[in-house]
């Protein structure tokens, strides 16, 4: 045996060990980087296969942010996520662990070299993440220290993961690594050079590593041993990471195509193009695929077939990849700076703009999404945790209670319901004279709402009648509002005595005296406890009243209501004008800020910050661990009131508003405190807002109470009650509030009731009436059905963006549906009317929107009757009434412009009384027309056409034409009577009947006539002629 075949065999038994090695080397708990509970998401990708899939449930209602946690770089790779902690790295060459249910950092591993690309991964108690520092870290997941780390070639581009403990990952140059997964810094099992750039991780499947390569190369490499099963070429860059599901690869390249591959040996199934370039990796789920490209588009294909089951457009390009649910929704972030929801048709559920670019991939653990960004405003990142937020109350809250001022201890005034939410304007349904101004905000429990005033009483009255239950007398006024928990209502008054009665009948359930008044500050009830602030803040035993703890300082005057949240509370005081957060179980000081200026303005807390504003003209954002700045906004004015939050679905964003600052409401983004918009009232704003369905409701010192659009700060609807006013309060039904004018107001849903999203649909016996609404703006398709009717006075309506042009957006009447349009606007793009269904528009606009070059129409047919009045029609592009099948028509005083164009079909009945026409007008078929008193203009170098074809009879009346061009076809009849014609040609062809009566023909003129044309010129003044000339 010579030495080549020595070093052959030896060679061949040092591969036989090193793969028993792998096989031998388990791990003693788990032996791969696979989760096996929802709990987990340890991979990019989740899983060892690539697939993105989460087989757990995420519920959207009240969806939002969680928490943030702000990095010093962007942060454009993914989170692992294991028991409760989440570990992420940044472009800083920082690693972080965070607790995933406050977002507070537990360690940081730094190594100052950016980890820009690769996304870490959790094995066996250790964070492995490879830098571009040419090594692959292992650093303990609980303490952050490092354990070992992998000498590489180059920078490492790969994310790793851990099959039968053995950890693959791969560098920039090329080189793929097996290494033993519980001490990387050994020797590697084996490697392999696939000579060219990688940014692909690997992927696992039955015994294989899948890889790809930027020379077009995707490698199957057997996990043991490192040897190649099968590679195939693709004709650009493979810089995505293949995900395989039921024994199949799927994989996209970087010139837009995506394929299906046999794991086992590599052929390929099918190759789709969907975009000109993807990096994003595919997701997998439910025999559908999801990718993203640099078109801005999600493209979802059937896995089975490669066919494009639909594109969603967003707004920029998308870089990572989608997470998808077992019930079946999907997330995805995109440069725009938003993440998304959507279903599996394609449409967004839900959105969230959370920095200036996405480019890293949703996780999901127990139905919470986390992701990172960067900053909107520098070179930033912030790493996100979304979910359902919970309503944190001592029970659980329904949509008919308001138990405390602004409904939630964590104070964030916005009302979780739907059906008040929905409407658009209120009306009044009973005020009460308490005979005292009302500052105090009512909360409202069990069919009851309460009430304090300056007439020194505490009032419980019936939310339906607004007549009185009981009354309680105190020594002084009640300007704080009352606490509702397990049948006992809370509040303070100026005589320092906070009170405890039992709500059903005023009675005394115990008492306790603080050490100053309590008549402004606001109680909060949490866990059987009750916290209020007077001379200091005080936790009470909610049932007996017992001291539980007190903090108390120099100067003590809290006059702000409580916040309440994970534990601890927030509030501020008007003397040391400072905020503070103090342990809400044993009231020790955790931090204090002081802005230097009077501060009485409640805090609201939500996703880890503090919003308070001050009279120094700012409104603040605090991280609520340690009370930083997080940002200020300026307002141009001193900020009295307390913030509101919510997430608003148009803007997509975390709103904060509130109302101060040259007497206006504001609305700024939480992520930045940037500016989204401004309302003006006519006076100063001391009175809360509260924000329910994308509105948002308040009152101002001008004496109005109003509803404002909370996307875009557009007025809706106000209501006068004279100056100052409380803040609100609202159940399912019904919203309440107090003013000067010693009344309490109760005002109820008005009948106009519209989405904001979404079609609007109207049946059976529904009747809506829209009165003085300046916007009322659906997102989608409005239906009028089965004797259904919508009535919109003095208001605009506006189907879909009519700058955006929505040409899908309709209006569809039908089975006797009613649409009355009384002074108001209506912009809209279809309009479809069947089976006896009317329409009447008075003093009226109605405005077609349609894209350029698309043709949409008014489609009236079965017997179906229109009747305009007053009325000015006009279209963008192009508008066509369809007058057809037996429906009945009238137009009086009505002007049709800018390609608003009528068609007379069917046996229709169209009469038009002292109308102007400045487009075509075409009747046809056996439709009768009759016209009074209607002129026919032109547009300047146009000459629309008027025309009759088949069997109509029509009548001109007291008519002008002007440059018009008339022609008559087929067996039609027409009758000019008493009319004058200053246009171009009058053609009359095959078995036309044309009397002209009376009729003026102006110079110059042209009539032709076929030799069948009966006509009757006899009538005519011969003087009127001028230089006409007859052809026949």
Partial sequence: MDQKEVRKISAVMLMLVISSLIVLTLAAGQQDSDPTTTSQWPNFR????????????????NFGVLWRFPTKEPVWNSIALQGGMGYFADRNGSLFAVNITNGRQVWNYTILYDFRVCSPMYYDGNIYIAGLDNHTHQVDASTGAQVWNFSMSSKGTSSPLVFNNTLYTAEYNGTVYAVNASNISQPAYW???MKSEIDSSPAYWDGKIFIGSWDGNLTAFSAA?????????????VR?????????????????????????????????????SIHSSPAYAFDRIFVGSWQNQLHTLNATTGSVLWNLSVGGNIRGSPAITQNRIGFIGSADGYIRAFDFEGNVLWKHQIGISVQSSPQIVDGKVFIGSGEPTDPK??????GPRPNISSKTRDEDEWRMFKAYPNSTGRYIGSEFGDNGSLELAWSWNSTGIIWSSPAVAEGIVFVGSRSNNLTALNTTTGKPVWT????????SSPAISDGIVYFGADDHYFNALNSSDGTVIWQYRTGGPVDEASPAVVGGVVYIGSDGMYALNAKTGGLIWNYTYDNADIRSGVAYADQRIYFSDVITDSAYCVNATNGTKIWNLSIGTDISSTPAVSGGQVYIGGYNWLLYSLDAYDGSVTWTYNASGQIKTSPVLADDPIIGSEVVYFGGGSFNITAVKTSDGSHVWSYETGNVIT?????????????????????????????????????????PAMIKDKLFLGGNNNLLYAFQKHACMYPRTGDWLLEDDDYVVCTGYPNITIYGDIGINGNASLYINNSNLTLGNKTGYQPQKSMQITGQGRFKSLDSKVYLVDMDLQDNASVNYTRSELRKYTSPGTVKDFSVSDYSMMDFIDTNITAVFRLEFELGDMSVNTFRNTTFQDFAFTYAHGNSTNTYHNCRIDELISMRDSSRNTFYNTSFNARSNYQPGISCFGETYTQFHNCTTKKRIISLYGNSTVLFNLSRFDGRYFRAFEETNTTLLESTISDPFRI????????????????HMGDAQIYS
């Fill in 46 to 61: 989740r899983n060892i296969n690539r697939t993105g899939y989460y087989p757990g449930n995420v519920s959207l209602d």
């Fill in 240 to 276: 995505a990471t293949p995900s395989l599901a039921g024994g199949w690869l799927y994989i996209s390249t970087n010139d837009g195509n995506i394929s299906r591959l046999n794991a086992t040996d590599g052929s390929v199934d099918w190759t789709t193009n969907a975009s000109y």
């Fill in 1008 to 1023: 032709e006539l076929t030799e069948d044309q009966e006509y009757n010129v006899s009538g005519l003044n011969a003087g």
């Fill in 472 to 479: 309680y007398n105190t020594t002084n006024d009640i300007d």
């Fill in 191 to 193: 490697t392999y050079d």
């Fill in 381 to 386: 990142g912030i790493v996100f945790g979304f």
């Fill in 687 to 727: 009175s809360t807002p509260i924000y329910a369905d994308g509105k948002i409701f308040l009152a101002s010192g001008d004496g109005y109470f109003r509803i404002l659009n909370a996307s875009d700060g557009t007025h809706i609807w106000n209501y006068s009650i004279g100056p100052s006013a409380s803040s």
């Fill in 225 to 237: 041993d490192g040897s190649v099963a099968w590679w195939h070429m693709f004709g650009d860059q």
